[in-house]
């Protein structure tokens, strides 16, 4: 057995130590599609303390250390290194309680965000970012890399939603950082260093979450628009009519809703066929205002012809139903095998150009092509999935990506709106963010983790 391991073992026993045939399947891969590996060891904490000893650990054995969450991260920044041990936070759950008078909820790294949410719920309270992944996903996987989500337009990504964190560095020093008020500028807030920063510069072991009002109700509404200028001239109507009430702004294209809705058999919500879909959602604390204020808006999108038709959810069951296509994207791998996902970001004057531009490239280069368009256009976040039916397993991802990632460039957008680098987009990074950018972020990584041991060969390190 290897130094490393031994000394692992005896400072944390194997109920946190594992390797070989007893590390389970479901730590040997994350959502990214990447083939399974078998890690080093895997390591699950149960508290601070010993994530605390597991780093000094690797870092004085020089041994990188891959941070582990709830593996539903897409780019690949939890995927398993061969050479690396996983550490998962699995084991710390906790949430650890509500203050109703600060409007904090203090948890450990990780709590699924699922039960963060159901636990400011039942406070009365609302935890103000959500996504897709939230029955899988940690609150310190949510973290590291400042994820997003279908609200993002009305409460911002999680960066506005943490308060304090504690994070434990690479030689094991734990930082407390678990601020709880909402102004405090005493020196750098050093907990935005570790917000986005997938995992290389310290992992998260504790935060304190903001909490707001739940507005309790909504309106939702399905619509069909000639194209996207006339989408985009909506969103410009629905941000001035429903100011800050503006929860949700999704958009679908032909190539996503039609593809999604007959491969899971669900009912088209439309009887004709249109240039763009796109569900608007308000919420407000009364439920006339919310009501009326996105029906006056709908009515006068109508009368400028960028409405042709618009349905209205009149229960919280039909709103379900309206979002239901766009929230199946976990269905990809049974509908399609291995995909491209990209989450690009692009500003929004070109986001039609951009649509049309990488649809019909892809096209041209591979014939077959399944390409879906869809994503948070209220955030300029484009997402494109890409799958070549005649390629079976074997895609052809240097050039999609290549294509993908070179337009994006070309259009001054960013290679990831919100999903990260990881492994998948590290190889990029030079196609949004400038040489001294990098060179900073290569700074705060030499600074923060000197022997490189967290996530060493993903994102910006
Ligand atoms: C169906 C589905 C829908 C999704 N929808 C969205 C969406 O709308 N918006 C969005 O932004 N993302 C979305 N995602 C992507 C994903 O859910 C998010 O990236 C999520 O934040 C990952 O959390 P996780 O706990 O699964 O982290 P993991 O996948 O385990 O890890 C992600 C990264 O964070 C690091 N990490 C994890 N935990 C810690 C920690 N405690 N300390 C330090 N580093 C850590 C890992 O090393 C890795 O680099 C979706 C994914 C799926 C499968």
């Known amino acids: 057995m290897s130094d490393v391991l031994s000394q692992l073992l ?7 130590v594992s390797t070989g045939d007893a590390i389970p399947a479901r730590y040997r891969h994350d959502w990214s599609g990447l083939a399974p590996v078998l890690p080093l060891a895997l390591l699950r904490p149960r ?5 605390s000893k597991a780093l000094a650990i690797c870092n004085a054995t020089g041994t990188p250390v891959t941070p582990q969450g709830g593996l539903t991260g897409i780019s690949g920044g939890a995927h398993p290194d061969a050479a690396a041990v996983s550490l998962s936070l699995d084991r710390m759950n906790r949430i650890e309680g509500v203050d109703p008078e600060m409007a904090t909820l203090t948890v450990e790294a990780g709590v699924i965000l699922q039960a963060a949410q159901a636990a400011a719920a039942e406070a009365g309270l609302m935890l103000g970012y959500d996504l897709g992944a939230r029955g899988s996903c940690t609150v310190g996987g949510t973290i590291a ?3 997003g989500g279908n609200q993002v337009i009305r409460y911002g990504m999680a960066r506005e939603h943490i308060l304090g964190l504690e994070v434990v560095l690479a030689d094991g020093t734990v930082v407390n950082a678990m601020n709880r008020m909402i102004k405090n500028n005493a020196g750098l807030d050093t907990k935005q260093l570790f917000i986005g920063s997938e995992g290389l510069l310290g992992v998260v072991t504790r935060a304190v979450l903001r909490l707001q009002p739940r507005p309790p109700f909504t309106a939702t509404a399905f ?6 200028p006339a989408g985009l001239r909506l969103l410009t109507a629905a941000r001035k009519a429903l100011g800050p009430a503006l929860t949700s702004f999704e958009v679908m294209w032909p190539s996503f809703y039609h593809f999604m809705s007959d491969g899971t058999h669900q009912r088209r919500i439309l009887a004709e066929e249109h240039g763009i879909y796109v569900i608007v959602e308000a919420s407000a604390f009364t439920e006339t205002a919310a009501r009326e204020m996105l029906e006056t808006c709908l009515g006068a999108a109508m009368e400028e012809g960028d409405v042709a038709d618009a349905v209205l959810a009149a229960s919280g069951k039909d709103e379900r139903a309206l979002w239901a296509v766009r929230e199946s994207v976990a269905e990809y791998p049974n509908l399609m095998g291995p995909i491209n ?3 690009i970001g692009i500003p929004l004057e070109r986001m039609a150009e951009a649509v049309a531009a990488l ?6 280069k591979f014939p077959d092509a399944i390409t879906l368009s869809y994503g948070h256009i209220g955030d300029s976040n484009l997402h494109l999935v890409v799958n070549v039916p005649s390629a079976g397993r074997q895609q052809p991802d240097k050039e999609i990506k290549g294509f993908v990632y070179g337009m994006t460039r070309d259009l001054a957008g ?3 709106a919100e999903h990260g680098l ?6 990029y990074l030079g196609y949004s963010r400038s040489p001294e950018e990098i060179a900073l972020m290569h700074q705060v990584k030499a600074a923060l983790d000197p022997n490189n041991i967290l996530n060493p060969t993903k994102a910006f390190a």
């Open 10 to 16: 005896e400072a944390l026993g194997p109920d946190v």
């Open 47 to 51: 508290n601070t303390e010993e994530v």
């Open 145 to 147: 890399t400042n994820a």
């Open 223 to 228: 619509c069909g628009c000639p194209d996207l």
């Open 341 to 343: 996902a990209f989450d």
């Open 359 to 364: 649809e019909s490239g892809l096209k041209a």
């Open 414 to 416: 960013t290679i990831s």
């Open 422 to 427: 990881g492994l998948i987009k590290r190889a």
